[in-house]
């Protein structure tokens, strides 16, 4: 089991920035891919960014890519979402989530244990 408890999210205007946190507890932090996914009302979970276990590769969705960066910290067993660019469309809750499996994937349930997630709201 890892913790996750996800924080930054707040309302933001269209082109501002977030940056989201997600801090981890449990199992070996360092040894597991990690993602980030949002929910907005009425929608699906829908995949935003992976990384690696060690930060070396990331893979982002298509309509996040140039926008959002994914980041790692395993000394401070965090992962980081920085958002630039936002749209309206992004207003969403974001959470956190942690991959047992190998490899990184956009499919939700290949992630073990999630976040209670952070509302982020674009609106002017």
């Known amino acids: 089991q890892v913790q996750l408890v996800e924080s930054g999210g707040g309302l933001v205007q269209p082109g501002g920035s977030l940056r989201l946190s997600c801090a981890a507890s449990?199992?070996?932090?360092?040894?597991?891919?990690m993602a980030w996914f949002r929910q907005a009302p009425g929608k699906e979970r829908e995949f935003v960014a992976a990384i690696s276990w060690g930060g070396h590769s990331a893979y982002y969705s298509d309509s996040v890519k140039g926008r959002f960066t994914i980041s790692r910290d395993n000394a401070k067993n965090t992962v980081s979402l920085q958002m630039n660019s936002l749209k309206p469309e992004d207003t969403a809750v974001y959470y956190c989530?942690?991959?047992?499996?190998?490899?990184?994937?956009?499919?939700?349930?290949?992630?073990?244990?999630w976040g209670q997630g952070t509302q982020v709201t674009v609106s002017s």
């Open positions: 449990g199992r070996t932090f360092g040894s597991y891919a």
């Open positions: 989530a942690v991959r047992f499996a190998s490899g990184l994937s956009p499919q939700a349930n290949g992630y073990a244990n």
